[in-house]
């Protein structure tokens, strides 16, 4: 089963227009939200992440929204560049197991901004 | 360059196989994790290494296996090779000391193929 939901497989926006990815979990122990970004031949980098204790994370055009009560967490590009055109990666953790465990992640969104 | 280091980038084998793959982490990293992405799957957690003891497992099979060596390069083993196994597997590094810490530096994968 999949704890963490990336329901859109891609997603095309116009640059210097906002790029919205979304994401949905199921496991309510998540306490801990993260969003990678990956380029062809490239691992995945860390981005931007939020505690179950925030709604929002921002950092410079990337914003992270969280609403608890949903299980629903979107990321927010403002305004999207060429060079965001990557994947996108929705991960969870659960910390109250110490933080040893992995991420869940979602399957990746792929973000492509048309100039 | 997120530091981590993977090797081979690319491995091609046939099935009932055994194949070893090796990562070397960020410098001053003692945690070590390893992770799957099949085609129609997100990355999927297989095992947590910190400073040579196992601290986690995912879904990871029987006929996988890892190790964490003194120097604190890793390797993960992957016998009785099947067609599923084929996937791009990639190692993550973190700060990780026993304090959850979720900003992980992945290498840039190794893409193995099981014909």
């Known amino acids: 089963d999949q704890q963490v939901k990336q329901n859109s497989p891609s997603l095309s926006v116009q640059e210097g227009r906002i790029s919205i990815l979304n994401c949905d979990y199921t496991n309510s122990m998540f306490d801990y939200f993260l969003w990678y970004k990956k380029y062809p031949a490239e691992g995945p980098t860390f981005l931007i992440s939020i505690s179950s204790i925030k709604d929002k994370n921002e950092d410079g055009r990337f914003t992270v929204f969280l609403n608890k009560s949903a299980k629903h967490l979107s990321l927010h590009i403002v305004p999207s560049q060429p060079g965001d055109s990557a994947v996108y990666f929705c991960?969870?953790?659960?910390?109250?197991?110490?933080?040893?465990?992995?991420?869940?992640f979602g399957k990746g969104t792929h973000l492509i901004i048309q100039p | 360059d997120s530091g981590v280091t993977q090797t081979p980038k690319h491995l091609i084998t046939a099935t009932g196989q055994r194949v070893t793959l090796r990562c070397s982490p960020r410098?001053?990293?003692?945690?070590v994790y390893w992770y799957q992405q099949s085609l129609d799957q997100g990355l999927q957690f297989l095992i947590h290494?910190?400073?040579?003891?196992?601290?986690a497992k995912g879904n990871i099979l029987e006929r996988f296996s890892a190790q964490q060596f003194p120097d604190l390069h890793s390797e993960l083993n992957l016998s009785s090779l099947e067609l599923g196994d084929s996937a791009l597997y990639f190692c993550?590094?973190?700060?990780?000391?026993?304090?959850?810490?979720?900003?992980?530096?992945f290498g840039s994968g190794t893409q193995l193929s099981v014909l």
């Open positions: 290494y910190y400073n040579g003891e196992e601290r």
């Open positions: 993550a590094s973190s700060a990780y000391t026993g304090v959850p810490n979720e900003k992980l530096f």
């Open positions: 991960a969870a953790s659960d910390r109250t197991g110490g933080g040893a465990d992995g991420l869940t």
């Open positions: 410098s001053g990293d003692l945690s």
